[in-house]
C-alpha cells in the first residue's frame, strides 16, 4: 500500500515539475482556453468512450461508477479494491495554413484522482486541469512587417468530490461537487512603424482573469446481462450550467516604460460573470465482462450561451458543441498465468466533434483516432496505460490555422484492498 502511495505521488511531482503549458493551440485564444479535460487515459483510448465502469479503474466522468459491483472473482466477504490514478500526456502539433507551417509540442499533468467503496456507496476525489490556454500569435502588414504579437497562457482546474450509490446491482447513480479555479492571462504587443522603420519600444496591453466558481455533475449507469453471457451497459450524465466569477485587470505598457492601470470598475469589467454551459452525454454499449467490449456515446454542450464581455473578440460566435464517440477493447484472456500479453487490454476508437467555436462563418471541428493498451502491474489488477490519439482540428478556409495532433497519452491505474476481514484458524 505504502509502495503504491509513493509511486503516486513521485509520479505526481515529476510530471507537474517538468510540465510545460498545456497546449499549444492557436484555438486556445477563445473563451477561457481549449478543453483539456476528455476523461481517462483509458477512456481517451477508445475515442473519448467513458461509458464503461468496472471496480478497477477510475472514471471521472460519471459519478455513478464509483459505486460499480465488485469483480465475480473475489469471494463474497472481500470489499471492492481501492482505486487510484494518475496521469500525464505530451501533445505534438503541425500547425499549417495558407502562408505556412509550424511544429510545436507541449508536456502537462492531466490527473490525479482517488476512489474508495464504502457498502453500496462509493466516494472519488480528484485534481485535474479542465481548460488550457497556451498560445503566440502574430498579424502582418501588407509590407510584411510584424505589426501585432498576441500570447496567452494559464486556463481553469477543477478539484472535485463524488458519491455514487447502488440503488440496485444493476443500477447506480451518483454527483460530483466541483470547485473551478485558475486564471488566463492575454497579452497584445503593437508595433508601429515611422515611413517603414521600426519604433523600437511596441505598446503593449497585458489582460489577467482570475476565475473561480462551483459546479456539480449528475450521473447514471444502468447494467443488466443478456443471456447470461454478455452485459449492455448504458449510462447518463448531466452537468447543469453554472458560473464563474472572473476577477480582471488591465495594464497598458507604453514605448517609453509607464505602467497604465485602466479603469475597469468604470466600465462594469471589474468583475464579470462567466457562464459553463450545461453538458447532457448518454450512450450504451454491449460486450462480454472481462473480455471485450464495444459502444457509442453522444455529447451535446449548450456552448452558445457563453460570452466573456472582458475579452471580446471580432468574426467569433460560440455555437452549441457536440461530439460522437465510439470505440471498445478486448482482452484474449485476462486471469492467464502462462502468457503475458493474454492479459493485456487492448483498445481503439474514434470521435468526431464541433467544439462549438465558429469563426469567420467557419465551423470549427475536430476528428481524431486512438490507440491504446493497459499493461498488468503488481497484483490487484492494477495497470499501466499507453494510448495514441492523432488527428486533425481546424480548417486552413479565410486564413485560419489546421491542426494536425498527435498525443501520447501515460497514465497508472492502480488498485489495493483497505477493507479486509482478516481470518485466522
Known amino acids: 500500500m505504502i509502495k503504491k502511495l509513493v509511486v503516486v505521488f513521485i509520479a505526481s511531482f515529476a510530471l507537474q515539475l517538468h510540465a510545460q503549458q498545456g497546449t499549444v493551440s492557436p484555438y486556445s485564444f477563445f473563451g477561457i482556453g481549449s478543453l483539456k479535460f476528455k476523461g481517462t487515459v483509458e477512456n481517451r483510448s477508445m475515442g473519448g468512450l467513458s461509458i464503461y465502469t468496472d471496480s478497477i479503474h477510475v472514471n471521472l466522468r460519471n459519478p455513478a461508477s464509483y459505486a460499480t459491483p465488485n469483480l465475480r472473482s473475489f469471494s463474497n466477504g472481500e470489499s471492492r479494491p481501492v482505486k487510484f490514478a494518475i496521469a500525464g500526456s505530451q501533445q505534438s502539433l ?20 482517488l476512489s474508495f467503496p464504502m457498502g453500496k456507496f462509493g466516494f472519488g476525489f480528484g485534481l485535474l486541469p479542465y481548460t488550457s490556454v497556451g498560445y503566440k500569435i502574430q498579424s502582418e502588414n501588407e509590407d510584411g512587417d510584424l505589426t501585432n504579437k498576441y500570447t496567452g497562457e494559464g486556463g481553469l482546474n477543477k478539484t472535485y468530490l463524488g458519491v455514487g450509490y447502488a440503488i440496485t446491482p444493476k443500477l447506480s447513480v451518483g454527483v460530483d461537487f466541483s470547485y473551478n479555479f485558475g486564471n488566463v492571462k492575454n497579452n497584445v504587443e503593437e508595433y508601429f512603424y515611422d515611413n517603414g522603420d521600426f519604433i523600437q519600444y511596441p505598446t503593449v496591453e497585458r489582460n489577467r482573469s482570475n476565475l473561480s466558481g462551483a459546479s456539480v455533475n449528475f450521473g447514471v449507469t444502468y447494467k443488466t446481462m443478456i443471456k447470461e453471457k454478455y452485459e449492455l451497459v448504458t449510462t447518463l450524465t448531466y452537468a447543469p450550467e453554472s458560473k464563474l466569477t472572473s476577477k480582471n485587470t488591465r495594464t497598458f505598457l507604453t514605448g517609453d516604460g509607464t505602467s497604465l492601470e485602466a479603469d475597469l470598475e468604470s466600465q462594469g469589467l471589474d468583475e464579470t460573470k462567466l457562464s459553463m454551459p450545461s ?48 470505440g471498445g477493447f478486448f482482452i484474449p484472456e485476462y486471469d492467464s498465468f502462462s502468457k503475458y500479453w493474454k492479459r493485456i487490454t487492448y483498445r481503439a476508437g474514434m470521435h468526431f466533434e464541433h467544439t462549438g467555436l465558429e469563426i469567420s462563418n467557419e465551423d470549427i471541428t475536430e476528428f481524431g483516432i486512438s490507440f491504446g493498451a493497459g499493461f498488468p502491474v503488481g497484483g490487484v489488477f492494477s495497470n499501466a496505460n499507453l494510448g495514441l490519439e492523432f488527428g486533425k482540428r481546424g480548417t486552413t478556409n479565410q486564413n485560419l490555422i489546421q491542426e494536425n495532433f498527435a498525443n501520447i497519452l501515460i497514465s497508472l491505474s492502480l488498485n489495493d484492498r483497505w477493507f479486509i476481514k482478516r481470518k485466522y484458524n
Open 94 to 113: 503541425k500547425l499549417k495554413s495558407d502562408s505556412g507551417s509550424d511544429r510545436s509540442t507541449a508536456t502537462t499533468f492531466d490527473y490525479l484522482a
Open 279 to 326: 453538458r447532457l452525454s448518454f450512450g450504451a454499449g454491449i460486450g462480454q465482462p472481462r473480455r471485450w467490449f464495444v459502444g457509442a456515446e453522444y455529447t451535446t454542450q449548450n456552448t452558445s450561451t457563453f460570452s466573456n464581455p472582458f475579452l471580446d473578440s471580432n468574426n467569433t460566435n460560440f455555437v452549441n458543441a457536440s461530439n460522437f464517440s465510439f
